[in-house]
């Protein structure tokens, strides 16, 4: 909404600073941050008032986590309304992909509110049935892969770029559009099971994000494509002041969600913010790489599979306990071990995706 104040710039003036994408991604930053600030403590008092048993605790966790009882969740509101605010504030509306990311993950978000809004309501950890979720997502994530397939280069329509092999596309023609939909509906299944500890989840995303929107930007610039040999998706580059919204909601919310966590996330944030980064990587072709940045989460979706697979295959467990955190919480690990633990594979991680940008 902002760049538009470019229509008054004469070209050296304080408004021309709108016409950069760079500015108005700190901009959005920091109009996210403040926002999770002045706004945090008001949401959870209001959510403790509305909902005074607050987050049910699974019976079958870790013994340790029935102290959490009476926290409240349904926190991701606190990031989506600072994200959506920033993006609208500072993004150029008139870009499609900025629409698309920001739909979709609202959309996600929907999905969780009315989840979190069931297991609150009934007092109880069942939430909305598995199957609706899923249903509902996979709309979503159709529309939002069927637009992208739409707009892209006609070059890049329905092809996989493959990382590090600059010149390899993999045509995959109508086959494309149920796997952009797998890979936006995985994502924000993935960040869900990762949001099991106080922080866990929230500091990984901030990082694949920041990771995603430099990736964006850098697509996005002809410039900059021509130098690190990747392929130009022209427009992407607002999609770093999407980024920079969710980064500085995500630090608001983390200042509340710090162990021990004032508020959860609930499914409410994390089915938006994974469906965020699924749409980011479909929108910038960089959808083989989020499963790099994103490696945390995919191990611990995996680590759920393999479990129930294994389990009804043998009658035998492979983990102590799923998601994968939890194994390493019966295994003895304190829980901020496990955070923190968590957080520096997951920098690691997106460095590694950082790097196949000019390791071509």
Known sequence: MLYWLTAFSDGGDVFNLFRYITFRAGGAFFTSLIFGFVF?????????RKY????PIRADGPAHHMAKAGTPTMGGLLILAA??????????????????????????GLIGFADDWAKVSRNTSAGLSGRVRLLIGFVIAAVAAAICVAIHPDALSAQLAVPVFKDVLINMGWLFLPFAMLVIVGSANAVNLTDGLDG????????????????AYAVGRVDFTEYLDVHYVPGTGELLIFTAGLIGGGLGFLWYNAP??????GD???????????????????EIVLAIVGGLFVAEAVS???????????????FLMAPIHHHFEKKGWAEPQVVIRF????????LIGLATLKLR
């Not at 005074?52 to 987050?55: E, R």
């Not at 409410?268 to 072709?285: C, M």
């Open 40 to 48: 945090g403590r008001p949401l959870i008092n209001a959510l403790r």
């Open 304 to 318: 759920v599979i393999v479990q129930v697979a294994y389990f009804k295959a043998t009658g035998k467990r492979v």
């Open 200 to 215: 866990l989840a929230i500091m990984p995303v901030m990082i694949a994000a920041g990771t995603l929107g430099v990736i």
């Open 83 to 108: 994200l959506t605010l920033s993006t609208l504030l500072w993004a150029r509306l008139d870009n499609p992909y900025v629409w698309i990311v920001l739909l979709t993950t609202v959309g996600f």
């Open 52 to 55: 005074t048993g607050g987050q």
């Open 260 to 265: 021990p966590a004032a508020v959860f996330m």
């Open 268 to 286: 409410t944030g994390s089915l938006a913010l994974g469906g965020a980064l699924g749409a980011i990587a479909v929108a910038t072709k960089h």
């Open 343 to 350: 957080w520096i594979i997951s920098l690691i991680l997106a």
